[in-house]
């Protein structure tokens, strides 16, 4: 199948064609947050994406488009099982195509590409769309967007169950209205850039997600010598993918955010603002909620790994923020994965594998 070499990419949209204040939620929630991710008042009510929110707008306006032949590509009931990957609609990997069909094949049309960007733009914060399509295109060979990028329907939008799942090099990210019970952002999602390289170089120079890992070393900075050991972990036992919840019984490596001074609980929460920045409005509101439920980030660890500590500087590459039902897991080496599971009941199963 032959691919479109000018797929529908523009330039990212202005603040004022979005009709956003950006700024000022950005502020709102960071200040929402603050009082709510130890304890204290509810989070916004549980608010989450919805059948009307530009994402799921645009995902039933291409399903729509969809002819009999395209639908018997990328659509699938609610409940389809693939011989490898299991629920196929709660799978997630590092780097795997769902469908066949890339984004810019002359399988979709131009108006449909259009649609599947829109779907892409409304799931992230505007202030990261010229982010991640650099990661893509850093990904993808610089290739233009979408042309690493494949995509599948489950259910039926515009109803109260349906899922649109994207998936490539180092992405998977979900639409689905809050049709799953219970989960955040759709599912588990998986993010990972490597602009220089596979082995990336200390400081992971251009990498857009770097900053994170920035944020969460500050933290360890400001620990005490007793709280560094407990936090410091000599070597990450489990495989990548392995961010299954393990529920309020779990042994959580690394130090309890309980045990946190005020100032080190702050550091923490600019952590958690860093690591949600750059989904939609709902997403965060219903991370955070998800979040809550299951106790804040005082039921919540933080590990540090000394392994695969990029030019042994001890600036630690590899770190994972987790609760009973909340895995943010930061693979830095050799160069970064991350991966997101976040749920308020820890007993929704993980379906996931790297490549």
Not at 89 to 108: C, E, G, M, Q
Request: aromatic share 10%.
């Amino acid at each position: 199948m032959h691919q479109n070499t000018n797929p529908p990419c523009p330039d990212c949209e202005t603040p004022s064609s979005r009709g956003l204040d950006r700024r000022g939620f950005l502020s709102s929630l960071t200040a929402v947050a603050a009082t709510g991710a130890f304890g204290g008042n509810p989070l916004f009510g549980s608010r989450a994406p919805t059948p009307k929110s530009t994402a799921e707008t645009a995902v039933k306006a291409l399903y729509d488009t969809l002819t009999a032949g395209q639908k018997k590509t990328i659509c699938f009931g609610w409940d389809h099982m693939d011989a490898e990957r299991g629920l196929l609609r709660t799978h997630v990997s590092n780097f795997w195509a769902i469908t066949k069909p890339f984004l810019t094949d002359t399988f979709y049309t131009k108006d449909q590409q259009a649609l599947l960007f829109d779907i892409f733009k409304g799931v992230f914060n505007p202030d990261w769309h010229e982010r991640f399509l650099k990661q893509l295109k850093d990904d993808h060979d610089g290739k233009p967007w979408g042309a690493g990028l494949s995509c599948a329907i489950f259910g039926k939008p515009g109803t109260d169950q349906f899922e649109f799942v994207m998936t490539g090099r180092h992405m998977t990210i979900r639409a689905d209205g809050n049709s799953t019970a219970h989960v955040a952002l759709g599912g588990p999602i998986f993010h990972g850039h490597a602009p220089s390289g596979y082995n990336e170089k200390v400081h992971h120079p251009d990498n857009i997600f770097w900053h994170q890992a920035v944020q969460a070393n500050k933290v360890y900075t400001i620990l005490s010598g007793k709280q560094q050991e407990l936090a410091l972990v000599e070597m990450r036992s489990k495989k990548e993918y392995a961010v299954a919840f393990q529920g309020s019984a779990g042994k959580l490596t690394g130090l309890p955010c309980s045990e946190l001074s005020k100032d080190q609980k702050d550091g923490v929460q600019k952590v958690l603002m860093s690591l949600i920045e750059p989904y939609r409005k709902e997403d965060q509101e219903e991370v955070l909620a998800c979040l809550k439920k299951q106790g804040g980030l005082e039921k919540c660890t933080l590990t540090f790994y000394k392994d695969g500590d990029i030019g042994k500087d001890g600036e630690w590459d590899n770190w994972r923020l987790e609760g009973p039902a909340f895995v943010w897991y930061f693979r830095g080496e050799p160069h970064v994965h991350i991966w997101i599971n976040v749920s308020d009941d820890p007993s929704v199963p993980l379906n996931a594998q790297n490549f």
